[in-house]
């Protein structure tokens, strides 16, 4: 089993900066990737950023340029750097594992509000 805790959410204004946490814990073998998905409240949850073991990351088009998804294994920790946030950022940021197997793991979430 493997538990993923997200932190560093909260409110900021309009072309702000947010680092937000992933720490997991457990069983750390037969990574796929990990990746960090949103979901604004009465929308659907969509991908924002993945990464997988070996360090290749991808980006939907509405953050590209502006987010940073990395990772440091040694902490066992995923990272999503959001830099130019802007109001439709606004959401529940959750992180996600995907195993090899194709089981995954979900956080909790954690609220970004971006408003002035």
């Known amino acids: 089993q493997v538990q993923l805790v997200e932190s560093g959410g909260g409110l900021v204004q309009p072309g702000g900066s947010l680092r937000l946490s992933c720490a997991a814990s457990g069983n750390m073998f037969s990574i796929l990737f990990m990746a960090w998905y949103r979901q604004a409240p009465g929308k659907q949850r969509e991908l924002v950023a993945t990464?997988?073991?070996?360090?290749?990351?991808n980006y939907a088009d509405s953050v590209k340029g502006r987010f940073t998804i990395s990772r440091d294994n040694a902490k066992n920790t995923v990272y999503l750097q959001m830099n130019s946030l802007k109001p439709e950022d606004t959401a529940v940021y959750y992180c996600n594992l995907r195993r090899s197997i194709g089981t995954n793991y979900w956080g909790q979430g954690t609220q970004v509000t971006v408003s002035s």
């Open positions: 990464i997988t073991n070996g360090g290749v990351s």
